[in-house]
C-alpha cells in the first residue's frame, strides 16, 4: 500500500503526518506500507518511521551514481539516506519531464543496483483508452521499460498500473478494468520472465484511490496493493486505505 505525496508536505508536515499516522497503523501486518515523500523530506519521514514497518522511498531516481547532474539524485544518495523504494516512470515525470521507456529501464536498473526495490508505473493516456489502445500502450511500455531487466533483477520489481485519465481526476477505474489491465501486465511478464515471475509479481493499482472504493479494487485477485495520491496525504484517510488490503 503505497503513498505518492508528489510535490506536498514540508519535513515538517511530513513529521505531523506520521505523528497522526503511525498510532493509526499499529498492529497492521498483513502487507507492506510505503511513503513516497519529496526528497528533501525523506531523512525527516525516516526518522519518524523507525521502529515501525512503515518504509519511505524516492519519487525519482538519476541513473549516475554522482557527477555533474544539477537537481539529480542518485539511487546512492537515496538509500544512504534511508530510502529503501523508489517509484520510476510515474505518468507525471513522462509527461512533464518527458521520460521516456529508455529511461525508465535505466532508472530501474540503477535503482536496482543501488539497493532499492523500483514501482514502475506505467499506464495509458485517455486518448488512447478511447482509442481502445490500452493494451498496445501497455505492450510497449512493458517492452521498452520492464523487459531489458535480468530475471534476477525483475524478481526484485514491483509495477504500478496507473491509467492517466484517472489520475487526480476522480474518475478511479473500475476494479474490473483496472484488472483486465493487470492481466495483460502478468501475461506480458509471463511471456518475458515466465511463469513464476508471473505469478509472484505484485501489481498496484493507481489513480484516485480513495477509502470507499478501495475495498472494491483490493478483492480481485489481480490487484496486489495501491499507490494513493491525493488521498495519502491525510492520515486518516491512508489509515483506511491500508487497513483494506
Ligand atoms: P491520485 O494519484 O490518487 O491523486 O489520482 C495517484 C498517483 O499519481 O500515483
Same mark, same amino acid.
Given at each position: 500500500m503505497a503513498?505518492?505525496?508528489?510535490m506536498y508536505k514540508t519535513a515538517e508536515q511530513a513529521t505531523l503526518f506520521f505523528d497522526a499516522f503511525n498510532p493509526l497503523v499499529d498492529g497492521v501486518n498483513d502487507c507492506e =506500507? !510505503?511513503?513516497f515523500p519529496a526528497s528533501i523530506a525523506i531523512p525527516a519521514a525516516v526518522n519518524a518511521v523507525t521502529r515501525t514497518a512503515i518504509r519511505i522511498g524516492g519519487q525519482n531516481i538519476f541513473w549516475q551514481k554522482e557527477g555533474a547532474?544539477? @537537481?539529480e539524485i542518485s539511487g546512492e544518495m537515496l538509500y544512504a539516506a534511508g530510502a529503501t523504494w523508489v517509484l520510476v516512470g510515474h505518468s507525471e515525470r513522462r509527461?512533464?519531464?518527458h521520460e521516456t521507456d529508455a529511461d525508465v529501464l535505466k532508472k530501474s536498473q540503477s535503482a536496482l543496483a543501488a539497493g532499492l526495490t523500483p514501482i514502475i508505473c506505467v499506464g495509458e493516456r485517455l486518448e488512447d483508452h478511447k482509442? @481502445?489502445?490500452t493494451?498496445? !500502450?501497455l505492450v510497449r511500455q512493458f517492452a521498452g521499460g520492464i523487459a531489458g531487466l535480468t530475471e534476477e533483477q525483475f524478481a526484485n520489481v514491483a509495477i504500478a498500473y496507473e491509467p492517466v485519465w484517472a489520475i487526480g481526476t476522480g474518475q478511479t477505474?473500475?476494479? %474490473? =478494468?483496472a484488472s483486465e489491465a493487470h492481466k495483460l501486465i502478468r501475461s506480458e511478464t509471463g511471456k518475458r520472465f515466465g511463469r513464476t515471475a508471473a505469478e509472484q509479481l505484485r501489481i498496484l493499482y493507481g489513480g484516485s484511490v480513495k477509502p470507499e472504493k478501495? %475495498? @472494491?479494487l483490493m478483492k480481485e485477485p489481480e490487484i496486489d496493493g495501491v499507490l494513493v495520491g491525493a488521498a495519502s496525504l491525510d492520515p486518516e484517510a491512508f489509515a483506511k486505505i491500508v487497513k483494506a488490503a
Open positions: 503513498a505518492n505525496w508528489k =506500507i !510505503v511513503i547532474y544539477t @537537481g509527461q512533464y519531464f482509442a @481502445g489502445k493494451d498496445e !500502450v477505474a473500475t476494479p %474490473e =478494468i478501495c %475495498e @472494491g
